[in-house]
C-alpha cells in the first residue's frame, strides 16, 4: 500500500495518494473487519513505507527553488483540482458522464454483473469491499475535479477489474459466445485493415489516399522498412491468433480475446505505423521552428491559459525548445 501510493505521487501528484488514504480511512467507518490494531499496525508499515516517496523528491525541489515548490505543490496540484489555476482541460459537457461508459466497457458492465449475481454474499467478501470502496471514491474524486483527461481513469480499471473477476465463469455462455466472436471479428478486420496499410505504403511509397486516413494523418509521409518493427508485429499478430485458437466458447477464457485484440491494435499501431503517427501528429517541428524564429531575448512566448496548451504540449514545449 504505501509504495503504490509512493508510486502513484510520483507519477501524477497528491491524486493517486489521495484516493489510496480516502479509501484506508473510509473502510474502518463503513466495515467492522478493518476497525482491528491489526489494521492500525499495515497502516503504521505503509506510512513507513511511503515516506521516502513523498519526502525526498519534494524537499529536494524545496531546496532547489522555494518558489518552484510552491507552484508544483499548490498550484499543480490543489489549484488544477479545485479550478482557481488553468493548468489542464476543464470537465465539461458532463464530461465523465460521457467518458466513464467507453473508457471502462466492458470491464464496468461484468462488474455490475458480478455484484447483481454475487448480492449480499459479493459484498460480504472483504476482497470486493476493498475493491469497491476504492472504486466508488476513486470515480467521485474525478467526477468533483475541475479539469478532466480520460487518461486519470486508467489506474480505476484495475479495482473494477477485481470486481469483475468473481462473476466471468458464471457468465450465460450466449454473452461468451457474442464477446468471442464479437472480438475476434472487430479485431481481426481492424488487424488486417492495419497489414493493408503498411503493406501499402511499402509498396507505393506512399500512404493509401483514403479520405478517412487524409482527415486525420499527413500523407506526404514517405514508409520505411524497419525490421525490429516487423519482427515485434508479427510476434503480436501470432499471439492473437493463438489465444483466439486455443481460447474458444464455451470456455469462459473466450473472453481473452477482447483484451489480446486490444493489445493487437495497439500493438501494430504503435510499430507499423508509429513514424506515420509521429509524422503527422509531432510538435517537434512546429516547436523548434519556433524557437528558431524568437529573437534572443524574449519574456513570454503567449499565456498559456489563451493557447489552451495542454500538458502534453507544454511538457514538449520546454523539451523541445527549452520554452
Known amino acids: 500500500l504505501g509504495t503504490g501510493a509512493g508510486l502513484a505521487f510520483m507519477s501524477k501528484g497528491l491524486l493517486g495518494p489521495g484516493i489510496l488514504g480516502l479509501s484506508t480511512l473510509t473502510l ?28 525526498v523528491w519534494p524537499s529536494a525541489l524545496y531546496l532547489r527553488d522555494p518558489e518552484l515548490f510552491m507552484r508544483w505543490f499548490w498550484d499543480n496540484n ?35 454483473w458480478t455484484l447483481w449475481l454475487r448480492g449480499r454474499e459479493g459484498l460480504a467478501n472483504d476482497g470486493v469491499r476493498v475493491a469497491l470502496v476504492v472504486s466508488l471514491i476513486g470515480w467521485g474524486v474525478l467526477f468533483l475535479a475541475h479539469t478532466a483527461r480520460d487518461l486519470y481513469a486508467l489506474p480505476l480499471l484495475a479495482p473494477l477489474a477485481v470486481i469483475s473477476a468473481g462473476g466471468l465463469r458464471e457468465l450465460p455462455r450466449g454473452v461468451v459466445f457474442v464477446g468471442y466472436w464479437g472480438s475476434t471479428l472487430l479485431f481481426g478486420l481492424l488487424a488486417a485493415t492495419l497489414w493493408v496499410i503498411w503493406l501499402y505504403g511499402l509498396a507505393t511509397g506512399h500512404p493509401p489516399p483514403w479520405s478517412l486516413l487524409e482527415r486525420h494523418l499527413a500523407m506526404d509521409f514517405v514508409p520505411l522498412w524497419s525490421p525490429a518493427a516487423f519482427l515485434v508485429a508479427v510476434a503480436l499478430q501470432i499471439g492473437w491468433v493463438w489465444v483466439a485458437l486455443h481460447h474458444r466458447p464455451p470456455r469462459t477464457s473466450a473472453l481473452l480475446a477482447w483484451p489480446a485484440g486490444l493489445i493487437l491494435a495497439w500493438g501494430l499501431a504503435s510499430t507499423l505505423h508509429l513514424p506515420w503517427l509521429d509524422h503527422g501528429k509531432s510538435y517537434r517541428g512546429v516547436f523548434t521552428e519556433l524557437a528558431a524564429a524568437l529573437p534572443e531575448n524574449y519574456y513570454c512566448v503567449a499565456d498559456l491559459a489563451e493557447m489552451r496548451l495542454r500538458e502534453s504540449e507544454r511538457g514538449r514545449l520546454h523539451y523541445v525548445a527549452g520554452i
Open 28 to 55: 474502518p467507518f463503513l466495515f467492522a473487519p478493518w476497525r482491528t490494531k491489526v489494521y492500525l499496525k499495515a497502516l503504521a508499515v505503509a506510512l513507513v513505507a511511503v515516506l521516502p516517496w513523498l519526502l
Open 78 to 112: 490543489f489549484g488544477r483540482y479545485l479550478g482557481f489555476v488553468e493548468l489542464g482541460p476543464p470537465a465539461k459537457d458532463l464530461f465523465w458522464l460521457r467518458t466513464f461508459p467507453w473508457v471502462t466497457f466492458p470491464v464496468s458492465v461484468l462488474a455490475l
